[in-house]
């Protein structure tokens, strides 16, 4: 993993061969400051599996790295301040991750067809 000069810049792993994932990244890269998004679907599959983020050596996945981009994309930041906590981020995996491994399904699918 290539490490990114500025320690306080995020970096975030996504699916770009999902569209649903390709989709809402576009909308957040158009509004965000100080985040880098990575590509993961050539990369090992715990990147496509769920949303991975990385800031000072710490990894943040699903909901948590949700929070992350929100915190640095406008428009989002409200939303950030309003879900950051233990309740919210377990009840936003509940509903996440089903919906993540369906993606992460058709992920796999469509690499089989290549």
Not at 101 to 111: A, P
Request: net charge positive; aromatic share 14%; hydrophobic share 35%.
């Amino acid at each position: 993993m290539n490490k990114i000069k500025d320690k306080n810049k995020i970096e975030v792993f996504y699916n770009d061969s999902c569209p649903v994932c390709k989709r809402e990244i576009e909308i957040y890269k158009s509004k965000s400051e100080g985040v880098e998004y990575k590509d993961s679907s050539e990369m090992d599959d715990k990147f496509n599996r769920r949303m991975h983020a990385f800031q000072n050596g710490i990894e943040y996945k699903g909901a948590e790295a949700f929070i992350m981009i929100w915190k640095n994309t406008n428009g989002f930041k409200w939303l950030s301040r309003l879900l950051n906590n233990k309740v919210c981020i377990f009840f936003m995996n509940l509903v996440y991750e089903p919906i993540a491994f369906y993606l992460y399904k058709m992920h796999l699918k469509r690499r089989q067809k290549k």
